[in-house]
């Protein structure tokens, strides 16, 4: 079975500080992809990224970064100079693809507030 | 371009009670889920639907029904509600084109049950 671990639970920052979400996951599959979705107070689910098992390359996207390590099965996500904007639920996800449908096994969340 | 709509967006239900959510996506795709999310325990699949005429049992099925009305609806039904169900549904949609493609969300669906 596939499982998806964010150990922080929650964490708080100060404005500009860096931060560091940790996301470790679980899987037999050889394939898979993950994904980090964005969940801001208004509570709507936005995508933010999606790697799959092969490309083991970091990415970066403005203030966002991304580690991807498959020696240590864990897909960490950094926002450098944290805004307040910033604040929300992050959620890990792995997905189990069939072939047909793409089903996300999702982590618990690490809430992020960031204060001025 | 509206993507993934749900209907309704709060809901309060008596226990025994039934009803079901809608949803529609207008992004032409063809496979369709249903997730709840709990307080400490992320969002977890209940059904999906790989493609229009297929359905599927997600993780926690027991206590819903779903339709794949046609290849942009997918409706969940809960027959007799209750306490437990309780929770934010949502919605979303994939493009089976693009294997392991992300998932679009609708805004959620707040159920209370009481």
């Known amino acids: 079975a596939q499982k998806v671990t964010q150990a922080q639970t929650e964490i708080s920052v100060v404005e500009k500080e860096d931060v560091t979400l940790d996301c470790v996951y679980e899987t037999r599959d050889t394939t898979y992809y993950l994904f980090w979705y964005k969940q801001p107070p208004s509570g709507e689910l936005v995508f933010l990224i999606r790697?799959?098992?092969?490309?083991?390359q970091n990415e970066i996207s403005g203030r966002y970064s991304w580690n991807f390590q498959k020696s240590t099965s864990s897909f960490n996500f950094t926002i450098t100079a944290s805004q307040v904007v910033d604040s929300a639920v992050y959620f890990c996800a792995l997905s189990e693809g069939t072939g047909t449908a793409s089903k996300l096994t999702f982590g618990t969340g690490t809430r992020l507030q960031v204060t001025l | 371009n509206a993507g993934v709509t749900q209907t309704p967006k709060f809901q309060v239900l008596k226990t025994g009670q039934s009803m079901t959510l809608q949803c529609a996506q207008d992004m032409n795709h063809n496979s369709m889920y249903w997730y709840r999310q709990d307080p400490g325990m992320g969002l977890r699949l209940i059904y999906y639907s790989a493609s229009e005429g297929t359905t599927d049992k997600g993780e926690v099925p027991n206590g819903y029904n779903v339709s794949r009305l046609n290849k942009r609806e997918f409706s969940l039904r809960l027959e007799s509600a209750a306490p437990s169900q309780t929770s934010v549904y949502f919605c979303a949609s994939s493009d089976r084109t693009r294997r392991f493609s992300e998932a679009f969300f609708g805004q959620g669906t707040r159920l209370t049950v009481v």
């Open positions: 790697r799959n098992s092969f490309d083991e």
